[in-house]
C-alpha cells in the first residue's frame, strides 16, 4: 500500500508546451488531465478519466498539437484549471466512496507533472490546490526499488519496464489515455506475485517556506544550492519560495544577497533538500516573476554560507523564536531608543516580546548605523508595520520593508566585519607610487567648489553636518561629505563638503561661517579640491588665504592598494629640491637595460601621511539627505598605468609589485567613474575575492579610468567569472571582462 493510503490514483497531465522529460521547463499551461483509480487491496480499477483544460494563453505548440493531437478548437471548449482541479476531487472522491475507501494517493511516472507544471501554475493562477496534491509516489522509483536489476532509475521508460516484466506496451494512440494504463498495467505487476510490492516512498510537497537561521560551521553540499539573478529589489524570501512552489528549499534555504551600501542587489542564494530538487530548479531558468524573468544558475555552499552563515550569539537569540515575520527598518536616527521605535510602530503592529524582538545594527565600536530588525508574530502585524513606509520618526523618514533571516546575519556579518580605520601594512612591504600631478582627493580642480569645516566637535558626526548646513544641504554632492581624521583614526575637528558648485560654496562660506554647532563655532572656508590637497598635505587655509605644505610633491597614495607610476627625470630633480622631511629619497625601481618601460620612483609609507591625509571616510547618502547606510573609506590610489606595467612582457614584470596577491589576474572594463572597491566586490560575490584583490586604475587627474584589474585564486574561477560575469549590469552599465593570460 502507499504508506497509509488504500487506493492510488494514477494521474498523468500535459502542457501546451514541451511534455516528457521537459515538462514545465518552458512555462506552458496545462491542457490535460488523465486519471484512473488502482484498489490496491482487492486489485481492481477505475473508470478512466480525460479532461481537456483551457488555458489562460490560448496557444499550442507545434509539438504539442503532434503528441496530443489537441487543437485549438478542442481546449477552447474546456474548463479553466479551477474548474477541472474540482471535477478531479470530486470524482475522485465519490469513486474512491464506492470502492468502500476513505484514503488515495497520486501516483505519477514523473515528478515533473506535480513539481514542475501544476504546482507553479497555480501559485502564479493564485489556486489553492487541494491536499491529495501534496503528497505522491513516483512508479518509476517504486519500480526500481521493486526490480534494481532493471537499470538505473534515470533511465527507466514505461516501455523499458513493461518489457522487464514481460508486457506488451499499450496500444492506444491518444496521448494521456496510452500513459495511464501502462501505469495501471505496471501497478498492478509490481503489486501481485512474484513482487508482492509495496508503495512506500512518498514524496511531499511543502506548504510552505520555513524561516531559520544557518551556522558558518554547518556543511552544506554544493549539489544543492542555486543563485537565482534579476529578483525584483523588494522580493522576499516567501516571494522567492513562491517563485520555486513545488521544490522543496532547505529551512533557513534563501539568502537574500546585499551589495556594498547593504541594499540588496537582485541576486539570492537558494538551498533545496537534495541534488534532485536543485536541478529542477535549474529547470526554471528565465522563469518570470511578475514580468521579470529570472536567471537560476549553480552556485556552492561555500558561497551560500559566505551570505547566509552566522556565528554571532546575539543573531541567534534573536532568531530563536519560530514562525516570525521579520522587518527590516532603515534610516533610523542615531540616537533612537528601543522605546520609541515601539512607539512608532504604534498598538496595531506589536513587536514580539517588546524590546527584546528588536535589534538594532551597530558597528564593533557600538555606533548606530541607523538600521533594525524586528520581529513580529504574524502576517498581520507585519502588513501594519509595513504602512509606516517613509513615516516621520524625529526628523527623518524611516524605510520599512520585509527582511529575512539570512538578511539579519549578512547585514550584521557585514557591519561588524567594517575596519573603523585602514590596518596600516608594515613598511618595507608596500610601495607608494609618487604622483608627478596635483593630489587627486577626490579629482582635481582648481574650481572652489567646496567648503572647509575647522573646529568642528570631536562628537560631531555626518548627521550634525547635515544639520548645520541647513538649506544648504540640498546643494552637497552625492558622496560629497569627507570627514578627516587624525592619527588615531579618530576624528580630527575639520571636514571638506564637495558642493554643487562654486555658487553654492561661496554662499555656504557666507552664511555658515562661525555658526554654533554643539556650542563650538565652526569656521567655514571657500577652497578647491586643490586646495583641500594642500591643507591635507600640512598647509594652511583661512580667510586671508592659502599657505603652501612644506613639500610641493603631492604622496596621497592609501596603503591598502598598490601601484606605480612613471616619474619623468624632470619631476625627480624636483622632488629632490622639495623633499618633505617625512619622505625617504626616491629609489628608482630596478629594470633591465633592455626594458622600455620609464624610471619609476617609490617612497616608503609613513604613518603620519597617511593618517592625516587619507584616513577620511565618506557617508553616502541619496538626495534628499537620509541616515548613511554605510561607513568607508577611499582606499583606491589613481594608477591608470597600473594595467601597462602588469601587463610589459618582460619578466620583471611578474615581479611588480603592481598585483595585490598571485594568482589569475581578470581586466574589468566600462565601470562607473564613482565605482569603489566594495561595489566589485558585490558584483564578484560568491567569488571569494579580499579586498585587496581589487585595484581600481586612475588617469593622472586622479579620476577613475574606468578600468579594474581583479585577481582571482585560480585561472578556473577566473575564466568562469569572465564566463559567467561579463556584459552583465553594473549600476546601469555593461562592464566587460577580460582574461589577462
Not at 402 to 422: G, H, K
Not at 454 to 474: C, K, Q, S
Not at 571 to 577: D, K, M, R, T, V
Not at 646 to 652: E, K, L, N, R
Request: net charge neutral.
Amino acid at each position: 500500500m502507499a504508506s497509509h493510503s488504500d487506493t492510488l490514483v494514477v494521474f498523468f497531465g500535459a502542457t501546451a508546451g514541451a511534455n516528457g522529460g521537459k515538462l514545465g521547463s518552458d512555462e506552458r499551461e496545462i491542457i490535460l488531465l488523465v486519471w484512473q483509480i488502482v484498489d490496491l487491496h482487492e486489485k481492481k480499477v477505475g473508470k478512466l478519466h480525460r479532461c481537456l483544460v483551457k488555458p489562460d494563453t490560448l496557444e499550442l505548440t507545434d509539438q504539442c498539437k503532434e503528441e496530443t493531437g489537441l487543437t485549438l478548437d478542442d481546449i477552447i471548449k474546456a474548463e479553466p484549471l479551477d474548474k477541472a482541479l474540482q471535477q478531479f476531487q470530486q470524482s475522485v472522491s465519490s469513486e474512491v466512496k464506492c470502492l468502500g475507501r476513505s484514503t488515495y494517493t497520486l501516483c505519477v511516472n514523473s515528478p515533473l507533472v506535480i513539481r514542475q507544471a501544476l504546482h507553479p501554475e497555480a501559485s502564479k493562477k493564485n489556486l489553492v490546490l487541494p491536499e491529495c496534491f501534496f503528497s505522491f509516489v513516483d512508479v518509476t522509483k517504486e519500480f526500481h526499488k521493486c526490480c534494481p536489476n532493471a537499470g538505473p532509475v534515470q533511465k527507466l521508460t514505461l516501455s523499458s519496464m513493461l518489457e522487464y516484466v514481460g508486457l506488451a506496451a499499450e496500444s492506444e494512440q491518444l496521448m494521456g489515455v496510452s500513459e495511464v494504463r501502462s501505469m495501471v498495467q505496471l501497478t498492478l505487476c509490481i503489486l501481485a506475485e512474484p513482487y508482492n510490492h509495496t508503495f512506500s516512498c512518498v514524496e511531499t510537497v511543502k506548504y510552505k517556506f520555513d524561516s531559520g537561521t544557518c551556522s558558518k560551521t554547518e556543511p552544506v553540499d554544493s549539489e544543492t544550492v542555486i543563485r537565482a539573478r534579476g529578483l525584483p529589489w523588494q522580493s522576499s524570501d516567501q516571494d522567492i519560495a513562491r517563485f520555486f512552489k513545488g521544490l522543496n528549499i532547505a529551512k533557513g534555504g534563501v539568502a537574500l544577497c546585499l551589495n556594498a551600501q547593504g541594499r540588496r542587489n537582485g541576486e539570492a542564494l537558494v538551498r533545496f533538500i537534495n541534488s534532485e530538487h536543485r536541478d529542477l530548479a535549474l529547470e526554471r531558468h528565465k522563469h518570470h516573476m511578475g514580468s521579470r524573468y529570472i536567471e537560476v544558475y549553480k552556485a556552492t555552499g561555500e558561497e551560500f554560507l559566505k551570505i547566509a552563515g552566522g556565528t554571532s550569539n546575539e543573531v541567534a537569540q534573536f532568531l530563536s523564536k519560530e514562525n516570525q515575520v521579520i522587518i527590516r527598518m532603515r534610516g533610523l536616527p542615531f540616537t533612537a531608543t528601543p522605546q520609541e521605535v515601539l512607539t512608532f510602530l504604534g498598538p496595531e503592529s506589536p513587536v514580539t516580546d517588546g524590546a527584546e524582538g528588536l535589534l538594532f545594527v551597530k558597528y564593533p565600536d557600538g555606533r548606530p548605523t541607523g538600521d533594525a530588525f524586528v520581529l513580529f508574530s504574524c502576517e498581520e502585524y507585519a502588513q501594519n508595520a509595513l504602512k509606516k513606509h517613509k513615516q516621520i520618526l524625529g526628523k527623518r523618514y524611516i524605510e520599512l520593508f520585509r527582511s529575512t533571516a539570512a538578511e539579519v546575519q549578512q547585514v550584521l556579518n557585514r557591519y561588524m566585519s567594517t575596519p573603523l580605520i585602514s590596518t596600516l601594512p608594515p613598511s618595507p612591504i608596500v610601495p607608494v607610487p609618487v604622483l608627478a600631478s596635483p593630489s587627486f582627493l577626490p579629482s582635481a580642480s582648481s574650481t572652489r567648489d567646496c567648503v572647509r569645516l575647522r573646529g568642528l566637535p570631536y562628537t560631531a558626526g555626518i548627521e550634525d553636518i547635515l544639520e548645520f548646513m541647513g538649506e544648504h544641504t540640498v546643494d552637497i554632492k552625492p558622496h560629497g561629505v569627507h570627514m578627516v581624521l587624525n592619527q588615531q583614526g579618530r576624528p580630527s575637528g575639520d571636514a571638506f563638503i564637495q558642493m554643487k558648485s562654486h555658487d553654492r560654496a561661496f554662499m555656504v562660506s557666507q552664511k555658515c561661517h562661525k555658526k554654533t554647532m554643539k556650542d563650538r563655532y565652526v569656521e567655514v572656508f571657500q577652497c578647491s579640491t586643490e586646495e583641500m590637497s594642500i591643507v591635507l598635505m600640512g598647509g594652511t587655509l583661512n580667510r586671508s588665504g592659502l599657505s603652501p605644505p612644506p613639500c610641493k610633491l603631492p604622496c596621497l597614495s592609501p596603503p591598502t592598494a598598490y601601484a606605480a607610476f612613471p616619474t619623468p627625470p624632470a619631476i625627480l630633480s624636483e622632488a629632490a629640491l622639495y623633499q618633505p622631511p617625512l619622505l625617504a629619497a626616491p629609489r628608482p625601481h630596478q629594470t633591465t637595460a633592455h626594458s622600455p618601460a620609464h624610471t619609476l620612483a617609490y617612497y616608503p609609507p609613513q604613518p603620519h601621511l597617511y593618517m592625516n591625509m587619507n584616513m577620511n571616510y565618506t557617508a553616502y547618502y541619496p538626495s534628499p539627505p537620509v541616515s548613511p547606510s554605510t561607513v568607508s573609506y577611499f582606499a583606491a590610489p589613481p594608477g591608470a598605468v597600473a594595467a601597462a606595467v602588469a601587463a610589459q612582457p618582460h619578466p620583471s614584470a611578474a615581479a611588480s609589485p603592481v598585483l595585490p596577491q598571485p594568482g589569475a589576474l581578470v581586466r574589468m572594463q566600462g565601470l562607473p567613474y564613482n565605482t569603489g572597491v566594495k561595489d566589485i566586490l558585490s558584483f564578484f560575490q560568491g567569488y571569494q575575492l579580499q579586498p585587496d584583490a581589487v585595484l581600481i586604475l586612475y588617469n593622472f587627474s586622479g579620476q577613475c579610468s574606468g578600468e579594474a584589474l581583479i585577481t582571482f585564486p585560480s585561472e578556473e574561477m577566473a575564466r568562469r567569472a569572465v564566463a559567467e560575469r561579463s556584459n552583465h549590469p553594473f549600476y546601469g552599465q555593461q562592464v566587460h571582462l577580460v582574461f589577462c593570460n
